[in-house]
């Protein structure tokens, strides 16, 4: 017996995706011993994606969005300074594709798969994204297919929202990594960060393309079994730090693009991916999966509202340790020259195992040293802290001989009664004798402690982003029509303004 595509759409669609087997090797299985319709948790994405509209989302959540799109695609531009986005997005234009959507900030353009991968790795490139790295493993599919499609400003904020309320949540109920910091002081030894948002990527591709429920849930499938593996602390343990980071960001939003294309063309999968006894979960090895929390407050609490935005060029877990230097210096009106010594105390870290050994722009974006002796030095943190010339300044190394780090004794602690708390604390120590202190319980940029960036601050950050490779007038009208998004009829308008 095969699936009754009239079962799939039975109760909206949504009882019968739950229930209907997932193929013929599963076929004698009685109905009753699957997972019930009104708890599955692919079926309840399923609703919550076909059912998402404008007309329902509050004037926060519109602008929360339009802040998150707006920052993302600032740091698609400038991620053409790396060498990470760089060699992605001219490899992956060379193999041609119909031009149907263009890579952001250049002249390229290609399949919108193709421009999913190019603007996804050139958005994380920099490391400059928001917390959780949600957009670079959603918006560049969006924004592709909405572009290729003339879909609407709109289109793409419905998509935006649903893609990243999915995802953060399948990343809560899945991830150890926080948990096993402040248990260990190490990250497990199997992890992803957001490699399960393929699907949740998927899902917003099915909104913004308008499929149907039976569509939409084989798209999520489809995504499921193209999600990468788990590959995250064999990177983290790697030196000097690669390219791929800890995500293959580029290849996520490709494999959506093509998830949700060819669910639109009758391709199937299994249509409760998420669920089941030989489900994701499963077959992926999450030992701790809780499909409660995979759908708590779906579509009442909109976590989009409380992302944390990057004030600085380089991984959150240094940006405390950052923010009481500064406070340090700027309170004392100390010049490099002030300074003797610099100790810095925070949560663990552990992505860089030789963070003194700067040989690439991943090694200076996670090490502890060098961004503080960027900082140290007067250096802003932003696009061009990672050029080649700047990895061997030797001010800047001269600078890292005087810094030492290490977990501050309230580390752990801060961590289990607040998952948001980056504990930091920064001595400096004068070349006349003075021993000068600040601390830091929460990083810049944290929203849920109201301590968020302001708009003019992030449209600050996407001018300057935007400048390292587009004209200023641009990049005006870019910033524009992003804060007034929702009045954009056509959304390859605004990619005109993003590209060369």
């Not at 799109?69 to 193999?95: F, H, N, P, Q, Y």
């Not at 977990?407 to 120590?429: C, F, G, P, W």
């Not at 302001?454 to 990049?475: G, I, M, Q």
Request: a positive charge; one cysteine or more; proline letters at 6%.
């Amino acid at each position: 017996m095969g699936l009754n595509r009239r079962s799939l759409m039975a109760v909206g669609g949504l009882a019968g995706l739950a229930a209907a087997p997932v193929g013929a090797a599963r076929a004698a299985a009685p109905a009753a011993t699957g997972p019930k319709p009104e708890t599955t948790v692919t079926a309840q994405y399923v609703k919550f994606s076909q059912g998402l509209t404008y007309e329902g989302l509050s004037q926060p959540v519109v602008h929360a969005a339009k802040r998150f799109l707006l920052d993302s695609l600032g740091c698609t531009v400038a991620g053409w300074r790396t060498d990470k986005g760089r060699i992605a997005a001219e490899t992956i234009t060379s193999l041609g594709g119909a031009p149907q959507a263009r890579v952001l900030g250049s002249k390229l353009k290609t399949s919108t798969a193709n421009a999913a991968f190019a603007n996804a790795e050139l958005m994380n490139g920099l490391d400059y994204d928001t917390i959780p790295h949600t957009p670079p493993v959603i918006i560049p599919s969006l924004l592709a297919v909405a572009e290729h499609r003339k879909l609407s400003g709109k289109q793409l904020i419905v998509a935006t929202v649903a893609a990243h309320e999915i995802a953060t949540r399948l990343s809560g109920a899945s991830s150890q990594m926080i948990s096993a910091l402040v248990e260990t002081g190490s990250t497990p030894h199997v992890f992803g960060i957001n490699d399960e948002a393929i699907m949740a990527t998927a899902a917003g591709l099915s909104n913004l393309m308008g499929l149907s429920a039976e569509q939409t849930a084989f798209a999520i499938g489809v995504a499921g079994y193209y999600c990468p593996p788990q590959a995250s602390h064999d990177w983290e343990t790697g030196a000097p730090k690669s390219m791929v980071k800890y995500t293959p960001v580029g290849w996520i939003c490709q494999g959506s693009v093509q998830a949700a294309l060819l669910a639109a063309a009758g391709y199937t999968s299994n249509p409760i991916v998420l669920d089941g006894p030989a489900g994701f979960p499963d077959f992926y090895g999450w030992p701790a999966w809780k499909p409660e929390a995979a759908v708590r407050g779906l579509g009442t609490e909109w976590r989009i509202t409380s992302v944390d935005f990057k004030p600085f060029a380089c991984c959150r877990f240094i940006h405390s340790r950052l923010d009481a230097l500064y406070e340090v210096i700027q309170k004392n009106n100390l010049k490099p020259g002030d300074i003797a010594k610099i100790h810095s105390l925070g949560v663990p870290f552990t992505a860089n195992p030789d963070q003194y050994d700067i040989r690439t722009q991943p090694d200076a974006q996670f090490s502890i040293p060098y961004m503080l002796a960027v900082a140290a030095l007067g250096i802003p943190i932003d696009a061009y802290c990672q050029d080649a010339a700047r990895l061997k300044d030797p001010a800047i190394h001269a600078m890292m001989k005087k810094i030492t780090f290490g977990l501050h004794a309230d580390a752990q602690r801060s961590k289990t009664a607040d998952m948001r708390s980056y504990i930091a604390s920064a001595e400096v120590t004068t070349t006349d004798g003075r021993v000068l202190k600040a601390e830091r319980l929460y990083a810049s940029g944290t929203a849920a402690v109201g301590m968020a960036l302001t708009d003019d601050h992030l449209s600050r950050k996407f001018a300057e982003n935007c400048a390292t490779r587009l004209p200023t007038a641009k990049a005006k009208r870019a910033a524009a029509m992003l804060w007034d998004l929702e009045k954009v009829a056509d959304v390859s308008k605004v990619v005109d303004t993003l590209t060369v």
